[in-house]
């Protein structure tokens, strides 16, 4: 995938570039689509975000991350109960610009987008 990058990069005449790399599940007619998700409100935010999701998907204590755009960890949560179903994040002292949440529990990873107001 990198060199795939790097060669679109270099016939577009890109000389530099900010770049974030992250983990990526590819699915294929092979593998099941996880059909979990989690739900973030509100979003564009300011104050605070409330983080549920549906206990169902999850089998070990839940991680949240809440990222800036260059992925920098700027809050961090680990460790809650995943019967819990739900976190909220306070944001008060964050400056506007889109960040990501990644949820994460066991080898189960989500990642969402979030505007902070």
């Known amino acids: 995938v990198q060199a795939t990058v790097a060669t ?5 005449q890109i000389r530099t570039a900010a770049t974030w790399w ?4 590819f699915t294929t007619s092979t593998t099941e ?3 979990c998700q989690f739900d973030l409100s509100p979003n564009p935010a300011s104050g605070f975000i409330n983080i549920k999701w549906d ?5 070990k204590d839940v991680n949240i991350k809440l990222m800036d755009i260059n992925g920098r960890i700027v809050r961090k949560t680990e460790n ?4 819990v179903q739900s976190h909220q994040m306070e944001i008060n002292n964050l ?12 080898n189960r990873k989500w990642t969402e987008k979030v505007v902070v107001n």
Request: a negative charge.
């Open 33 to 35: 689509v996880d059909q």
């Open 8 to 12: 679109l990069a270099e016939e577009a």
């Open 80 to 83: 809650i109960n995943q019967s």
């Open 95 to 106: 400056e506007k610009g889109i960040y990501f949440i990644q949820l994460k529990s066991g």
């Open 55 to 59: 206990n169902n998907c999850l089998f």
């Open 22 to 25: 992250t983990d990526t599940d």
